[in-house]
């Protein structure tokens, strides 16, 4: 198994380029099943999660054509085709290993008035259950039966428009309701809809596609289903919570670093809690200038839905905060187990003290490297953060959780300046 090698206390300084997200992508590459025509999909990161759901696709019977890149874009350029869906089953063996294949459910269902999705099950970050998936598509009118670990979902007469309320905001259940909806008879109404940039992203490449929806951005979407919807293309959003990621590299080891690609106006919360850390942050041509010349400081902040701060900074901002100066306060509202990251930074010297959904993180002098591994994404990538800073060597095991996420990671930050390499077993 691949182990990232880091010797930190570096300052990061120079370029990066931001790849597409793969968030958005994960909910653009389902749309390719709503229509009979392609679909191609620009700016689409490498990374292992989009492999993924390539193969989960293929085996609906989506043909998935890589092209290179787009002039002037650093991502891949795929085209998916659905002419024929051969399979409305999504089977247990991929859905164990990615959780966004729910996302098939919704755009299945409205093609084929079919589909059967293994269920996801828990995570490394909580118990993540799908009720609120169900509900949306029953109340559009499909049947529902859980059975041998699959959800199986029919509307053999098809679906039909009808007011959906999300008691909480989803994101994957928003998701899923607005690719169920476009192909529904007669006006869905969408309330507590979640907002996240990602969302726009699937509303503006559905609408691409023909569909109709108004209210996009805002807690209430308004879908008025179409009979029929047919190829676009597309190009995916920049990735915000890589962005947010690098800008942190930026912070923790006192660089500056241009992030290039990225979109200010996805990242409103992220950059007010760096800069009251003390990153300066300003636009460029390019995108957005991150960097710090003086201390960092301990800052409060709170999970919140979009446009909150991001549960998926959480643990990079955690890493940071670990060597400001003077305490911190995060609250993690949306998952209820995401500080698996907490006792690893611990064994590299930070001072985090977690009560229930609180932590109290006190700025140490200086963190010092070590044998590391993480349970999920954001959480490697904590661990990346703070072997940048770290005093020695630190060892990441496990990369395989950032290459579902990071695209070219090591390439990206030895880019910068970064001691870094990937050491492969054998
Ligand atoms: C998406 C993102 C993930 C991010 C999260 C929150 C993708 C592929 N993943 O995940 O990176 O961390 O949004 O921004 O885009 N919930 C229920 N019932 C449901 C669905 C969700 O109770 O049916 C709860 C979850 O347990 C969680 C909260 O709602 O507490 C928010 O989860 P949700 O927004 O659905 O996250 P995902 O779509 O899974």
Redesign the pocket.
């Given at each position: 198994m691949d182990r990232i090698v880091i010797r930190g206390g570096r300052p990061l300084s120079g370029r990066i380029q931001i790849s597409g997200a793969?968030?958005a992508a994960?909910?653009l590459m389902p749309c390719a099943l709503l229509t009979d025509e392609p679909l191609t999909l620009r700016n689409l990161p490498r990374l292992a999660d989009i492999d993924t759901f390539g193969h989960l696709l293929n085996g609906h019977g989506v043909s998935t054509t890589i092209e290179g890149s787009h002039p002037g874009e650093f991502g891949r350029v795929m085209t998916l085709r659905a002419n024929r869906i051969t399979s409305t089953v999504a089977p247990y063996d991929i859905v164990r290993k990615m959780?966004?294949s729910i996302?098939v459910l919704g755009p299945l269902l409205a093609r084929t008035g079919e589909a059967t999705v293994s269920l996801p099950g828990g995570c490394a970050?909580?118990?993540?259950?799908?009720?609120?998936?169900?509900?949306a598509l029953e109340t559009l009118g499909a049947e529902i039966e859980l059975a041998a670990g699959y959800v199986r979902a029919v509307a053999p007469k098809g679906l039909t428009g009808a007011r959906v309320t999300f008691p909480?905001?989803?994101?994957?259940?928003?998701?899923n309701a607005v690719m169920a909806a476009v192909l529904a008879r007669g006006t869905t109404v969408i309330d507590n809809a979640?907002r996240?940039p990602?969302i726009v992203d699937l509303c503006r490449c559905l609408k691409r596609m023909g569909a109709k929806i108004d209210g996009i951005g805002s807690e209430r979407l308004t879908i008025e289903g179409v009979a029929k919807l047919h190829g676009a293309t597309y190009a995916v959003m920049p990735d915000r919570?890589e962005t947010g990621s690098y800008a942190c590299a930026a912070a923790i080891t006192g660089g500056e670093i241009e992030l290039v690609g990225a979109d200010a106006s996805h990242l409103g919360a992220t950059f007010d809690a760096l800069r009251e850390a003390g990153l300066a942050c300003a636009a460029t041509a390019d995108g957005i200038r991150v960097s710090r010349a003086n201390g960092l400081h301990g800052v409060t902040v709170s999970t919140a839905?979009?446009p909150g701060f991001?549960?998926?900074m959480q643990a990079q901002f955690m890493a940071m905060l670990s060597v400001a100066d003077g305490a911190s306060l995060l609250t993690e509202t949306?998952?209820?187990n995401r500080y698996m990251h907490v006792p690893e930074l611990a064994r590299m010297g930070a001072d985090i003290a977690v009560r229930g959904r609180a932590a109290v993180v006190r700025g140490v002098a200086g963190l010092v490297g070590a044998q590391v591994m993480a349970t999920d994404l954001?959480a490697s990538m904590s661990l990346i953060l703070a072997g940048l800073v770290a005093k020695g060597e630190t060892v990441v095991n496990r990369v395989y959780h950032l290459d579902r996420g990071y695209e070219r990671l090591e390439e990206k930050l030895s880019g910068v300046g970064a001691d870094i390499e990937r050491l492969s077993d054998g």
């Open positions: 793969k968030n994960l909910t959780r966004a996302l970050i909580g118990n993540r259950p799908i009720d609120l998936h169900l509900k909480t905001v989803s994101v994957g259940a928003t998701e979640a996240e990602e919570i839905p979009y991001p549960t998926d949306i998952f209820e954001r």
